[in-house]
């Protein structure tokens, strides 16, 4: 359950996953323009849509969660005009993209069959 009244803020250039907390948070303030340390959740996507990391600070240090995805993809929000780095989505809106409910029409996303390897 996400907090009520928290800002969220979906970056909607595909990243590499593999970035971890520094350089998470240095994309936070020289691409989305906002302070890593906030109190806000940042949303960030693979390429593929398949993944993605949110980064967050607690007040004692950054957080870092990580979803993948077993078949289907990630939706995206449309961005405003004129923004085409980020979008500020309410906290319920994260929690239907985690669920896999699509952002833009409120449906479930369309799966899509993955091989699973283990």
């Known amino acids: 359950m996400i907090p009520a009244g928290v800002e969220v803020f979906i970056g909607l250039t595909p990243i590499d996953l593999r970035w971890s907390f520094d350089r998470l948070a240095g994309l936070v303030e020289s691409e989305l323009g906002r302070v890593a340390r906030s109190g806000a959740l940042f949303i960030f996507f693979g390429k593929r849509r398949t993944a ?21 993809l990630f939706r995206l929000p449309e961005p405003l005009p004129g923004n085409d780095r980020c979008v500020e989505v309410a906290s319920h809106v994260l929690d239907e993209l985690l669920d896999g409910v699509s952002v833009e029409s409120g449906v479930a996303a369309k799966r899509q069959k993955r091989t699973r390897v283990h």
């Not at 004692?60 to 077993?70: A, E, H, I, P, V």
């Open 52 to 72: 993605l990391k949110v980064l967050f600070f607690d007040g004692s240090g950054m957080c870092q969660f990580y979803k993948r995805l077993d078949s289907g």
